[in-house]
């Protein structure tokens, strides 16, 4: 298998919808798992669980034993944390809070190396050069630096209503291969937080779907349920993701107790001690 051709694109080309979910265990084993039952992507969350680079660096290597394609979602847009994102394999990076083009060019160019004649395209490559990590199988891919560039996936994050507003801009910066809405933050934004579902946070979420196909940038969503992921899917979302590792995990084991729960009730004793 060639790794430099970005898995994560060939997904968005399949005649079907592309499933994710999220890890928010922070746990390799977990990550396996999810990729064993069958998930096309796994987004490895760095922004909202303690997961530092070594946790990152096992849970890809959990991963990579799968067919799912993992999705790190850094911190913050941070030249630094795509720089060692990258390194220890990462592919396609997710960027919240992205609020304008000049944010989202500045991601794109953290994930480039330097190269002659990117400033005619717009590209300015910033990623600092190592020769020996696992993103170039630890040298072993000699042509990993003349072909690294082309294979990354770089995923914009929308969260707010500023950020909306600019989606076409930065939809058209140069390496910006798809945009990201954020449900969760957009509603936080907004004044309705947390309620997704809340109809002014709908009706913004299927115009954003409706822009981007206007364009041809590929939007991708996350919902917590799977009546609330088929919504986006039919307002025309490209790829999907559904609740989390811990969301999925938290709601069977509070039906389980709760099922359990009448029978663990000690019978009433009568008489005297």
């Not at 990258?86 to 396609?92: E, H, K, N, S, V």
């Not at 696992?134 to 560039?149: E, I, M, P, Q, V």
């Not at 996350?222 to 307002?235: N, R, S």
Request: aromatic share 8%; proline share 6%; net charge negative.
């Amino acid at each position: 298998m060639d790794i430099l051709n970005n898995p994560f694109r060939a997904l968005l080309a399949e005649p079907t919808i592309p499933l994710g979910t999220w890890l928010m265990s922070g746990n390799s084993a977990t990550a396996e798992a999810m990729g064993c039952i069958g998930f096309d992507w796994l987004v490895v969350d760095m922004e909202h669980v303690p997961i530092d680079y070594r946790d990152a660096y096992q849970i890809l290597q959990a991963i990579a034993g799968t067919k799912a394609v993992p999705v790190v979602r850094l911190a913050w847009n941070d030249a630094v944390m795509v720089k060692r994102a990258l390194d220890i394999g990462a592919q396609t990076l997710m960027f919240p809070f992205v609020q304008n083009a000049d944010e989202a060019q500045r991601a794109v160019a953290a994930t480039k190396y330097p190269q002659p004649g990117e400033k005619a395209h717009g590209i300015i490559g910033t990623r600092g050069y190592a020769a020996m990590h696992r993103g170039s199988r630890y040298g072993t891919l000699a042509d990993y630096g003349s072909r690294a560039n082309d294979a990354i996936t770089c995923m914009i994050q929308l969260e707010t209503p500023a950020a909306v507003e600019q989606l076409e801009a930065i939809a058209a910066v140069e390496g910006v291969d798809a945009l990201f809405m954020g449900p969760g933050d957009l509603s936080a934004a907004m004044g309705h937080l947390g309620n997704i579902a809340h109809p002014d946070i709908q009706a913004v979420l299927k115009k954003c779907a409706e822009r981007a196909h206007a364009i041809g940038k590929p939007i991708g969503i996350v919902g917590p349920t799977p009546e609330m992921v088929q919504k986006f899917i039919d307002y025309g979302y490209n790829y999907v993701a559904i609740a989390s590792d811990m969301g999925m995990m938290m709601r069977q084991a509070n039906a389980f107790f709760a099922a359990m729960k009448p029978a663990l009730a000690k019978p009433l004793t009568t008489g005297a001690y």
